[in-house]
């Protein structure tokens, strides 16, 4: 059963010194990203899948990007640009 889905968290902690990220994770989504940039120390198990995990990220692999809001005509104009660039090919 694992975690609860209110026990469930995933933090990161940032250090300046070494500019590596540790990361903790009991999500199971985010367990299967992790696995897929790093090495991770599987914590806990249930049966043969981990539950629990911790691992180091290089301060490269972590992004802290705003995400960029398109209004109704900026999706348009896009979407023209698009539709131009590919009856051009």
């Not at 120390?41 to 043969?48: A, I, N, S, V």
């Not at 990007?65 to 698009?82: F, H, I, N, S």
Request: glycine share 4%.
């Amino acid at each position: 059963m694992g975690y609860s889905r209110e026990e469930q968290e995933t933090s990161l902690v940032f250090d300046n010194s070494t500019g590596k990220w540790t990361v903790y994770s009991t999500v199971s989504k985010h367990i299967r990203k992790l696995s897929n940039l790093t090495e991770l120390f599987h914590l806990e198990y249930e049966g043969d899948r981990p539950i629990a995990v911790r691992g180091t990220l290089t301060e490269k692999q972590v992004s802290m990007k705003k995400e960029r809001v398109y209004t109704d005509e900026q999706r348009e104009r896009a979407a023209e640009r698009l539709s131009k660039a590919r009856n051009a090919l």
